[in-house]
């Protein structure tokens, strides 16, 4: 889902790299942020909200209403609007407190 060719932008040759969302390989351009990555490849919901479980995603875009945070690579609540993706990287969607989450996986 990304602009390809527009009359006023400058051809993008932004360099491909590959991460991973929930063990999924997928491109992104380098110096992206997580986020922008997961949109461009048509991924808008990035976890659920701790107690009701309804679908968080992008809100402000800029590190302000903790809308957005993921776990990368074994690091929770990383805000993916603000977080520049690199290569090989693991990102996974926050589907429940991480300390809920933690809990469950000791069992
Ligand atoms: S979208 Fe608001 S902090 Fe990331």
């Known amino acids: ?9 400058k051809k ?12 999924e390989p997928l491109n992104a351009k380098a110096g992206q942020t997580i986020a922008a990555a997961l ?15 309804k679908s968080r995603g992008l809100f402000c875009a ?9 776990t990368v ?6 805000l993916s609007c603000s977080t520049i993706v690199e290569e090989g990287m693991e990102v996974y969607s926050n589907l429940s407190d991480s300390d809920v989450r933690r809990g469950e996986n000791e069992h």
């Not at 800029?62 to 993921?70: K, M, N, Q, T």
């Open 39 to 53: 949109m461009g490849n048509g991924i808008k919901k990035v976890g659920v909200s701790r107690k009701l479980q």
């Open 62 to 70: 800029r590190g302000r209403c903790y809308s957005c945070f993921v």
């Open 1 to 9: 889902m990304y602009i390809t060719d527009h009359p006023v932008l």
């Open 12 to 23: 993008d040759d932004r360099k491909v790299i590959q991460f991973y969302f929930n063990n």
């Open 73 to 78: 690579d074994g690091l929770d609540h990383v």
